[in-house]
């Protein structure tokens, strides 16, 4: 393994600040997420094992258990995997989901330890310095042939453009899209991304051991849960455009999230 243990990611204030609300924080994507787990049951069969990267509360990790698919979870935030483990309490599908405290840097804890797949969703890669340590560890962590399914902040997403030039801040519009680094506020912290175009990310990170199999968007039409002012039936119709055309050319690079579906080749 290639990942050396260190110190926590930045960001596990925030993070455990934000776990006992996180459900309801991201309700407002749970159109997104139902795309996500559409997908992971087109992959992931039962009986598979699969690690969840960056599980949060644990609502991916669930979702695949409840088909049957053993999950290993982690996540760098303490908080967050003891309401996922709250969860577990009182499921069924417990003893399929074995949640643990680890972060992505010290993914070379799990060494001698062989998924079948691989999940990571809502932005933990982007919290990262950078995808190369992830990658080798993920190559190394899979069996050949192995998917890994990952759902990561996009460097552009036309809403935001259009929001600037709505409120007529063409310069911030300009640079939408090309900042490589953005800063968010997450529990009253400041957490640093790192943006990518979907793309890029694979063949600076991923290319040498992963077949790309898929690319797309998710959020170039429909709307972030943040703009409310558009009527619900409309909405609804760019949720179903959305997902219908998020592999076209022009709106691949163009939503809030971008999706990678990797192979793992023979080693």
């Not at 804890?109 to 809502?122: P, T, V, Y």
């Not at 219908?244 to 023979?266: E, I, K, N, Y």
Request: hydrophobic content about 45%.
């Amino acid at each position: 393994m290639h990942a050396v243990p260190g110190p926590p990611q930045p960001g596990l204030s925030a993070y455990n600040a934000i776990a006992a609300g996180y459900d309801a924080q991201v309700q407002g994507d749970d159109w997104m997420r139902r795309v996500l787990h559409a997908h992971y049951a087109r992959v992931f069969t039962p009986g598979m094992h699969v690690l969840d990267v960056g599980c949060g509360t644990g609502i991916d990790a669930l979702a695949l258990a409840r088909r049957g698919v053993h999950v290993t979870a982690i996540d760098f935030s303490g908080e967050m995997i003891a309401q996922l483990r709250a969860k577990l309490s009182c499921t069924p599908e417990a003893v399929l989901v074995e949640p643990r405290v680890l972060a992505i840097e010290d993914l070379g804890q799990l060494r001698g330890e062989h998924f079948d797949g691989l999940i990571s969703a809502f932005a933990a890669l982007n919290t990262l310095e950078g995808p190369g340590g992830f990658a080798r560890d993920a190559a190394d962590l899979l069996r050949p042939g192995g998917r890994a399914i990952l759902h990561v902040l996009n460097r552009f997403s036309l809403w935001e453009y259009l929001g600037y030039l709505a409120r007529g801040n063409s310069a911030a519009a300009a640079q939408v899209g090309r900042l490589r680094t953005r800063e968010f506020t997450i529990g009253g912290h400041s957490v640093r991304h790192r943006l990518y175009f979907a793309r890029e990310l694979y063949e600076s990170a991923f290319a040498k051991h992963f077949v790309l199999r898929d690319v797309y968007s998710l959020g170039a039409l429909r709307p972030p849960h943040t703009v409310q002012r558009l009527p619900v039936p409309l909405v609804e119709a760019l949720e179903w455009l959305d997902v219908r055309c998020r592999r076209w050319p022009l709106l691949r690079d163009a939503g809030r999230f971008c999706v990678l579906d990797l192979q793992r080749t023979p080693t």
